[in-house]
């Protein structure tokens, strides 16, 4: 089994930044792509970005491309999201997710293919 924990959310105003983590233990020798995806409240839960084994591929929403980047230190077994330029809209429970299925190079962005969930961080940007 694995588990995640993200961590680094907070209350910021806009466009400040913040870096979330998510840290995996367990047995993380099965983990391959992981992602981030954001609840606001009264909404789904949405894909933000991900990220493949390798790390080499990453993919973003349209919503947060060129202001977030997805980055994983395996050695660490964290996976990390750097938000910049943040705005209100931003405002969201913040998910990581795993998936076990090998891959050096696959990301995934559909929320029903992680086999993996964290609990949330919460981000908070204010006006």
């Known amino acids: 089994q694995v588990q995640l924990v993200e961590s680094g959310g907070g209350l910021v105003q806009a466009g400040g930044s913040l870096r979330l983590s998510c840290a995996a233990s367990?047995?993380?020798?099965?983990?391959?792509?992981m992602g981030w995806f954001r609840q606001a409240p009264g909404k789904e839960r949405e894909f933000v970005a991900a990220i493949s084994w390798s790390g080499g591929n990453t993919y973003y929403a349209d919503s947060v491309k060129g202001r977030f980047t997805i980055s994983r230190d395996d050695a660490k077994n964290t996976v990390y999201l750097q938000m910049n330029s943040l705005k209100p809209e931003d405002t969201a429970v913040y998910y990581c997710?795993?998936?076990?299925?090998?891959?050096?190079?696959?990301?995934?962005?559909?929320?029903?293919?992680?086999?993996?969930w964290g609990q949330g961080t919460q981000v908070t940007v204010s006006s």
């Open positions: 997710a795993a998936d076990r299925r090998p891959s050096r190079t696959r990301v995934v962005v559909s929320l029903g293919e992680y086999d993996y």
């Open positions: 367990g047995r993380t020798s099965t983990i391959y792509a």
